[in-house]
């Protein structure tokens, strides 16, 4: 049953409590700076032993971030992420809506007999936490999170390293405030944060000017080479498999971002980006405007999910059959595609 007294969750958070924060696999600047944002504060008021547990790496592009090298991930170390899950009291599910999306945490979560805590702004959430602190309509994890925070009242102010992590994954969840998802307290929230010592400039700076050349000369061939557009149904499509990524000495979070560049051709409503992984089935990522329901389209068909303009999903088909199955599905959302606003 879910509970929202914060109160009694309070009491839980004790200076002895063990509180393992965990987020989704492939973690964006939400899933990093929201858990990030939480562990600071925490540990700012007196608990000692939180940790941040996620399933795989944070992308080089997210690296600089305050406390990101004291993360335990279970790519490279599971006999410690596992542990610190099982003997925990409170797990923090951050910026994921469904236990699956926390990959190889999620058998460890499941078996835990830990008060399991949920923050998170994606579509149809799934009912698997004692609190579940869930709005749809909120810009980003850390924008929930701060509210939590501030509702929790731990008696301290937000440390600036805290408001870095918040700020960041406000900042990267909304395509810095352009999404619509930003809304009036997206924007307070962001001028608190930089009463609180946050700075914007130096965020930016980090985040998006901070490139390798080879991510850099990687869009550059995508934009040239890759970007196709299906002017039937107003949409951009983009694929890269394992091989076209190694030449570009790819690395996790190279790709990031390149989805939003379909979605920027004129008369776009629809962007779709299909990468090989290492395992060799299809990511895909979805981007939309206005009415096109790219959650709906990648869960109905791509094992997937999200939000209704930002999605991501699965193919386990080869990619000529990939993209066959998008082109049979688009005619179903025919008039969206052709009257999004
Ligand atoms: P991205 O395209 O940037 O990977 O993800 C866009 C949004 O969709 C993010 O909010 C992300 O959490 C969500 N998302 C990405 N991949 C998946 C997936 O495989 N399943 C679900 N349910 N959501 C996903
Ligand atoms: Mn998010």
Known sequence: MINTDYIELKSELTSQARIVITAHKSPDGDAVGSSLGLYHMLRFAGIRDVRVVLPDSVPQYLDWMPGSNEIITHENNAVEAERFLSEADVIFCLDYSALSRSGALKKTIQASKATIVNIDHHQEPEDFANYAIVDTQASSTAELVYDFLQRLDLGVELPPSAGTCLYT??????????????????????????????????????????????????????????LEIWSDYNTAVINLTKDELDKFDYEKGDTEGLVNYGLSVSGIVLSVFIKQSDEGYFKMSFRSKGKVNVNTIARSYFEGGGHINAAGGRSNLPLEETLRKLKNILPLYEKELHGAF
Do not use: H, W
């Not at 994954?169 to 998802?181: E, H, M, Q, R």
């Not at 009463?195 to 965020?203: N, R």
């Open 169 to 226: 994954g406000i900042v990267t969840d909304t395509g810095s405030f352009k999404y619509s998802s930003t809304r009036p307290r997206t924007l307070e929230i962001a001028a608190r944060l930089m009463d609180s010592g946050v700075k914007p400039a130096e965020i930016y700076d980090k985040s998006f000017d901070n490139n390798k050349l080879s991510k850099l000369k990687l869009q550059g061939y995508v934009l040239s080479e890759k």
